[in-house]
């Protein structure tokens, strides 16, 4: 019983680093740009569940990078914009960072945040699942749910112009932190995708 359940586990490991390995293959080619050129994923972006969610709900993916690589992001009125040929729609936000102790948790069950940052730089925070503790139960109509956190052990980065970040259902985050920068100002495109089981 024990050869097998070491057995068992060896193969899992193998098929879970085998299908990460796809999965920064599949990033690296970039088919799944569409052309879009314009920002590249941040280096904390979960590569095997990007490439999961892409596979399992293509289209829409397909449709969001073909609107960032036709649309002047630069000059679009701030403002809802929806998304021709599909349900999505792209918030152009032009706002700034603020204190940590003035930004919400959040996470979300149903939909999946995509954040460009167009201009500027964008604080973010990831908060850690062991230390972190509901504060607000899941709104089912507002698809979030609040945390208590502990600051030391949140990971904090920074999003530069020409970068996006992907935060999935296990992505507890807080975005809009106020940075080192002397300038707070940002330009954001968040556009809400559906997660799919």
Same mark, same amino acid.
């Given at each position: ?7 068992? !586990? $060896?193969?899992?490991? $193998?098929?879970?680093? *085998? ?28 590569? *095997? ?20 690589? /036709? ?23 032009? *706002? ?22 167009? +201009? ?7 908060? /850690?699942?062991?230390?972190? !503790? ?9 698809? $979030?749910? +609040? ?6 052990? !949140? ?23 106020? !940075? ?18």
């Amino acid at each position: 019983m024990k050869r097998l359940t070491v057995l068992l !586990t $060896v193969c899992l490991m $193998v098929l879970a680093t *085998s299908a990460q390995d796809d999965a920064r293959q599949w990033l690296k080619q970039g088919d799944w740009r569409c052309g879009f050129t314009k920002a590249k994923p941040h280096k904390t972006l979960n590569t *095997s569940e990007f490439y999961s969610q892409y596979k399992k709900n293509t289209k829409q993916w397909e449709t969001l990078f073909q609107w960032l690589r /036709d649309t002047d992001l630069e000059t679009i009125p701030k403002g809802k914009h929806p998304i021709p040929n599909s349900t999505l729609v792209a918030s152009v936000e032009d *706002s700034e960072n603020s204190p940590l102790e003035k930004r919400n948790t959040e996470s979300h069950r149903r939909k999946i945040d995509f954040q460009l940052v167009v +201009r500027g730089t964008e604080g973010f925070a990831l908060l /850690d699942h062991e230390s972190s !503790t509901v504060s607000q139960p899941y709104d089912e109509k507002k698809d $979030v749910m +609040r945390y208590h956190y502990v600051r030391e052990k !949140t990971h904090f980065f920074n999003v530069k112009g020409g970068q996006f970040v992907i935060f999935f259902p296990s992505d507890w985050h807080i975005a809009k932190v106020q !940075t080192k920068k002397k300038n707070q100002q940002i330009r954001v495109i968040v556009v809400k995708m559906d997660y799919v089981e």
